[in-house]
């Protein structure tokens, strides 16, 4: 396991502003050269505008030029460790491919998936 992804999904969770759903969640994106990018979720009073943490991971990358990635690592404090909602999957599918998506806790349990297992014969740029 990248126990550096992990230590950084595991920090920035400790920015998360989730004063509505107290679900403090965050990201650490690693990209081909080794640099990592964090993210937490970010809730608005308007519900809908709330960003989760592996978006906010993935648009902070973007915007500062990172384009290929490697895996991402989400962390929140679930037993059953908690994998990206359906929106982050197809922001991930769309900039990432089909990268290892750790998940880990708090207590140091981790699991590695696939992106495309989680999300199996995806839309994306290709159909248009
Ligand atoms: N959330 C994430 O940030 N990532 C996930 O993978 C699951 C859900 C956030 C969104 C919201 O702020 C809170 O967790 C509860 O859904």
Redesign the pocket.
């Known amino acids: 396991m990248p126990n550096e992804l992990l230590a950084a999904a595991l920090a920035a969770r400790n920015h998360?502003h989730?004063p509505?759903?107290k679900?403090?969640?965050g990201?650490a994106l690693e990209d081909s050269s080794g640099r990592i990018y964090s993210?937490?979720?970010?809730?608005n009073a308007t519900f809908g505008l709330?960003?989760?943490?592996?978006?906010?991971a993935v648009f902070k990358a973007v915007s500062e030029g990172a384009r290929d990635f490697r895996r991402i690592a989400?962390a929140?404090d679930t037993d059953t460790l908690?994998?990206?909602?359906g929106a982050?999957r197809q922001i991930l599918w769309e900039f990432c491919g089909d990268i290892e998506v750790l998940l880990t806790n708090p207590r140091g349990k981790s699991e590695s998936l696939r992106l495309k297992d989680l999300f199996p014969r995806a839309f994306d740029a290709s159909f248009l």
């Open positions: 998360a989730a509505f759903s679900f403090r969640v990201a993210g937490c979720n970010i809730e709330t960003l989760c943490a592996e978006r906010v989400v929140a908690t994998p990206p909602c982050c």
